[in-house]
């Protein structure tokens, strides 16, 4: 089925995001002390704020190209590359720019040990250097995508995500640093992912027909539609970046080991989301492709296919939790205390696929059709639902925080289908 053909090399390229994350906890789980896999996490969260607050650079790229693409509009195509990309090393200049005093606000916010603040620091002061690189790679994902061109995705992963565990290693194995050497890794293999991408695209760009027209690259009117989309999948990127940066603070004021131990088990929820997350990115790509044409047919089984994969996704996924979780946390970390504390919330992990995979789904679908508006307010419908739970249920310590975290995304999978029966009721069937 084109669904399978389109997401086996996203699915292949997303593994390695979450075996980084693994490597990445691995390697600085096996130092001599939790304060390294603390520092780390908080910089990786802090990232995650800086960076994919930025992510609508890749998922409206995706579902604009792939609306071009089924009207059959090559100029569209290649001046969506031209605007997001000018948009992409804008922002990442402007990162850069004001890098520390984000840094400050964000470490702040995220609490921490005095140790693991310090380290994650000299982390994020490292890492703040790859934001061109990192935003640019966003658009070249999201353009290639778009096209259906889901093999570009596998090699530009592998190349960052190689290189990046290579050095990993190299850095802290071989050279003895700590957190900073992670950072450094980081940083060198998304430069080298960026060259390989821009070389990927000057000959994709030569091959298309049509040209583009460089006076609406300059012209603010021209970025209608891509400021449109964006601002919403930017404020529903940091609602979603929010929820779980606040999960990773609520932790970290219950010790150094509870933050190292929720770090554990969320490389388990990545490693779930990856592999699910192919599936919501090829149907990004048909559904774009669909609306493009005004073909309802390929519209629901696009829909239907990706569906039915992502569920049998998500099932293997909470059997092999169920079955290996607690030898894949002691992978993870040599520290006893470590492994004790997350191996008492593994059952959290079990449920979650089952839980998560219909919001993944629904994201990709509401991706291509551009309906982006839903999918922001079904994180902030989230967020009414989570905090308060959280505030309910926090006597009962990190069980308390990982229940409220699960009926946050319980509650963004009901709002977006409730959004999807609607309006394939209505705007998106045969007239």
């Known amino acids: 089925m084109r669904i399978w053909a389109l997401a086996w090399p996203i699915i292949l390229s997303n593994i390695t995001v979450p075996l980084l994350g693994l490597v990445d906890t691995a390697v600085v789980g096996?130092?001599?002390?939790?304060?390294?896999?603390?520092?780390?996490?908080?910089?990786?969260?802090?990232?995650?704020?800086?960076?994919?607050?930025?992510?609508?650079?890749?998922?409206?790229?995706t579902g604009l190209v792939a609306q071009a693409v089924g009207r059959e509009?090559?100029?569209?195509?290649?001046?969506?590359l031209g605007q997001s990309l000018l948009l992409a090393l804008a922002i990442g200049a402007a990162l850069?720019?004001?890098?520390?005093?984000?840094?400050?606000?964000?470490?702040?916010?995220?609490?921490?040990?005095?140790?693991?603040?310090?380290?994650a620091r000299e982390y994020a002061e490292i890492r703040l250097w790859s934001a061109p690189a990192v935003l640019a790679n966003y658009t070249l994902l999201g353009w290639f995508l778009g096209q259906q061109n889901a093999r570009v995705t596998l090699y530009l992963l592998c190349l960052t995500n190689g290189v990046n565990i290579v050095l990993d290693l190299l850095f802290v194995v071989g050279l003895g640093m700590t957190s900073a050497g992670v950072a450094l890794a980081s940083v060198i293999a998304d430069y080298s992912a960026l060259a390989f991408g821009a070389w990927l695209a000057l000959r994709k760009l030569r091959r298309l027909e049509g040209r583009i027209e460089r006076g609406r690259l300059w012209a603010i009117s021209a970025y209608q539609a891509l400021f449109s989309v964006n601002g919403h999948l930017f404020l529903r990127t940091l609602g979603l970046l929010f929820a779980t940066a606040?999960?990773?603070?609520?932790?970290?004021?219950?010790?150094?080991?509870?933050?190292?131990?929720?770090?554990?088990?969320?490389?388990?929820?990545?490693?779930?989301?990856?592999?699910?997350?192919?599936?919501?990115?090829?149907?990004?790509?048909?559904?774009?492709r669909a609306v493009g044409r005004r073909d309802w047919r390929e519209f629901a089984t696009a829909v239907g296919a990706a569906a039915r994969f992502?569920?049998?996704?998500?099932?293997?996924?909470?059997?092999?939790?169920?079955?290996?979780?607690?030898?894949?946390?002691?992978?993870?970390?040599?520290?006893?205390?470590?492994?004790?504390?997350?191996?008492?919330?593994?059952?959290?992990?079990?449920?979650?696929?089952?839980?998560?995979?219909?919001?993944?789904?629904?994201?990709?679908?509401?991706?291509?059709?551009?309906?982006?508006?839903?999918?922001r307010n079904s994180i902030f419908a989230g967020l009414l639902v989570y905090l308060p739970a959280w505030w309910?249920?926090?006597?009962?310590?990190?069980?308390?925080?990982?229940?409220?975290?699960?009926?946050?995304?319980?509650?963004?999978?009901?709002?977006?289908?409730?959004?999807?029966?609607?309006?394939?009721q209505t705007r998106w069937r045969s007239a």
């Open 73 to 80: 509009a090559p100029d569209e195509v290649k001046l969506l």
């Open 246 to 288: 606040f999960f990773t603070a609520q932790g970290a004021r219950q010790g150094d080991t509870v933050l190292a131990a929720n770090a554990v088990l969320l490389q388990f929820i990545m490693m779930t989301s990856y592999a699910l997350d192919g599936f919501a990115h090829a149907a990004e790509s048909l559904v774009g």
């Open 310 to 375: 992502s569920f049998y996704t998500a099932l293997a996924a909470a059997l092999g939790f169920a079955l290996c979780g607690n030898a894949i946390i002691a992978l993870l970390t040599g520290l006893e205390e470590v492994r004790e504390s997350a191996a008492a919330y593994l059952p959290w992990m079990v449920a979650m696929p089952l839980i998560a995979v219909w919001s993944y789904l629904l994201d990709g679908v509401f991706i291509g059709t551009t309906a982006v508006r839903e999918m």
């Open 392 to 424: 309910l249920f926090q006597g009962l310590g990190n069980h308390g925080l990982w229940l409220a975290f699960t009926l946050f995304m319980i509650t963004r999978s009901l709002v977006l289908a409730g959004y999807y029966r609607h309006y394939r």
């Open 30 to 61: 096996h130092l001599p002390d939790s304060r390294y896999l603390a520092a780390v996490t908080l910089g990786a969260t802090l990232f995650g704020f800086l960076y994919w607050g930025f992510g609508f650079l890749r998922m409206g790229t």
């Open 96 to 119: 850069m720019l004001l890098g520390s005093p984000l840094i400050d606000l964000g470490l702040w916010l995220l609490d921490g040990s005095d140790e693991a603040q310090s380290l």
